[in-house]
């Protein structure tokens, strides 16, 4: 599967953004979903993931309750909705997708090109 990340931009601290990544070659249904984020000068680190069918989820302490990873309603879609926006979540924003799962970037195969975030104060 392909993935196309998109939605980021310059935004103003408190505001919010929609991130969304689109999949071709194959739907998303079959897969475990996440967004990744990459800071300047840091590792790739989770974000977000959900699960096949349980809908199950796990987000990164430090977003929890801003950030919100959803499917589409078509199965070849899916979005981090981020509100409250802080000038620490500024990062290049990846969409991935897997058939096992994790937090950890090696848990998945299939990688958008990331999308870029800036948070001003």
């Known amino acids: 599967v392909q993935l196309q990340a998109s939605g980021g931009g310059l935004v103003q601290s408190g505001g919010s953004l929609r991130l969304s990544c689109a999949a071709s070659g194959a739907t998303l249904d079959g897969y475990v979903i996440a967004w990744f984020r990459q800071l300047p000068g840091k590792e790739r680190e989770g974000v977000s993931c959900?699960?096949?069918?349980?809908?199950?989820?796990w987000t990164l302490d430090s977003v929890e309750g801003r950030f919100s990873i959803s499917r589409g309603n078509a199965k070849n879609t899916m979005y981090l909705r981020m509100n409250s926006l802080k000038p620490e979540d500024t990062a290049v924003y990846y969409c991935a997708a897997g058939h096992y799962g994790g937090v950890s970037p090696p848990d998945y195969e299939n990688w958008g090109q990331g999308t870029q975030v800036t948070v001003s104060s």
């Open positions: 959900i699960g096949i069918r349980d809908g199950v989820t």
